[in-house]
C-alpha cells in the first residue's frame, strides 16, 4: 500500500493519543526519571499503548520502533526496510510544565527516509501531516487543512527557532555568530517538541538548530512534514538525516531548514 493511504488511519491515531494524553493532563500526575534523566508520566505510557495497539491492527506486518518501547536489537531491525517511528509524547518537558507544547509524533520509515508524518499537538488541536509526493499540511481544530511551505531565505530577516526547555550559550553562540557576519540580529522564536521543525514547515522560522541530543523519533515525523513543505533537515556537513542506520538511534547535531544548502555550520565557529 503506498504511505498517503495511510494518513487518515494514523491521523485518526494520533489524536486518540492526543486524547489519552489529555485525559493524563487534567490531573495531578506523577513524574519518574527514565535511565537518561529524562521525565516519563502516566500519558507517555498511555499515548504509547494506544498508538502500538492501534498500528499493530492497522499494519500487523510492519514492525514498531517507540521511545516507550524496548527496542529490537540492530541485527534484527537492519533488515527492516519499513517501519514505524513514534514518539507517543514528544515534549514531555513541556507537558509537566503544563505549556501546551507538546506532540504526537508518528512517521512510517521506508529504505532509512520518512515517507509519512503526523504530528499531532492535542493542547492546541494542531495537526501537521504529509506523505512523500504529496505535500505538507496543517490543520487547526476542524478547519480545512492548509498547504503549508516554507518561507522565501532571506538572511537579512532571518528567524531562528529554539528549544524552549534546552536553550543554551551554543544557541546564544550562533545567533550571535549570524550577527556578527550578516550585521542582523535574528528573530528567535521559543518552542518546545517537534514543534519547532513545524514552524519551519509553515514558514514562521527559517532554521531550528539542534546543538545538543535528540534521537530518531523525535524528528522523524516532523521531517517528513518539512521536506514536503521544502525544507530539510540537515547535519552539520550538510548530509541529510536518515533513520536505523547503526545501533544508537541518536540523531547528530542538525539544522532543520528552508535552505539546507546555507553553512549553518560557520555560525557555530
Known amino acids: 500500500m503506498a504511505s498517503d493511504a495511510y494518513l487518515p488511519q494514523v491521523i485518526a491515531i494520533a489524536k486518540a493519543a492526543g ?19 529524562s521525565p ?26 517507540s521511545e516507550e518501547a524496548e527496542i529490537a536489537p540492530y541485527n534484527i531491525r ?36 520518512p515517507v509519512l508524518g ?10 501537521y501531516f504529509a506523505a512523500v509526493n504529496h505535500g505538507a499540511f496543517k490543520q487547526l481544530k476542524s478547519e480545512q487543512p492548509q498547504s503549508i511551505h516554507t518561507k522565501p531565505f532571506d538572511i537579512q530577516q532571518l528567524v531562528v527557532a529554539g528549544s524552549r526547555s534546552h ?3 551554543k544557541i546564544q553562540h550562533f545567533l550571535q555568530n549570524i550577527a556578527r557576519d550578516h550585521g542582523v540580529v535574528p528573530e528567535l522564536l ?11 514547515a509553515e514558514g514562521v522560522a527559517d532554521v531550528y538548530p539542534r546543538l545538543g541530543p535528540t534521537f530518531e523519533w523525535d524528528t522523524a515525523a516532523a521531517h517528513c512534514v518539512l521536506r514536503e513543505a521544502g525544507g530539510d533537515i540537515v547535519d552539520v556537513s ?31 565557529k
Not at 516519563?40 to 514492525?63: G, K, M, Y
Not at 514518539?87 to 527516509?113: C, M, S, Y
Not at 503526523?118 to 495537526?127: I, N
Not at 536518515?242 to 540523531?251: A, G, K
Request: glycine share 2%; hydrophobic share 45%; proline share 4%.
Open 19 to 37: 486524547m489519552a494524553i489529555m485525559q493524563v493532563y487534567s490531573t495531578e500526575f506523577s513524574i519518574v526519571k527514565k535511565e537518561d534523566n
Open 40 to 65: 516519563l508520566t502516566q500519558a507517555d505510557l498511555a499515548a504509547h499503548h494506544v498508538i502500538l495497539h492501534a498500528l499493530h491492527a492497522l499494519t500487523p506486518d510492519i514492525p514498531v520502533i
Open 78 to 113: 537492519q533488515y527492516w526496510q519499513r517501519f514505524w517511528l513514534i514518539d507517543p509524547l514528544d515534549g514531555t518537558r513541556e507537558f509537566v510544565k503544563r505549556n501546551g507544547e507538546f506532540t504526537v509524533n508518528i512517521a512510517l520509515i521506508e529504505q532509512h527516509e
Open 118 to 127: 503526523v504530528v499531532y499537538a492535542p493542547a492546541s488541536e494542531q495537526l
Open 167 to 169: 536553550s543554551d550559550e
Open 190 to 200: 521559543s518552542m518546545g517538541s517537534s514543534l519547532k521543525i513545524c514552524l519551519v
Open 238 to 268: 550538510h548530509t541529510r538525516l536518515r533513520y536505523n542506520l547503526q545501533n544508537s538511534l541518536l540523531n547528530p547535531f542538525f539544522f532543520a531548514t528552508n535552505q539546507p544548502g546555507h553553512a549553518w555550520e560557520n555560525y557555530l
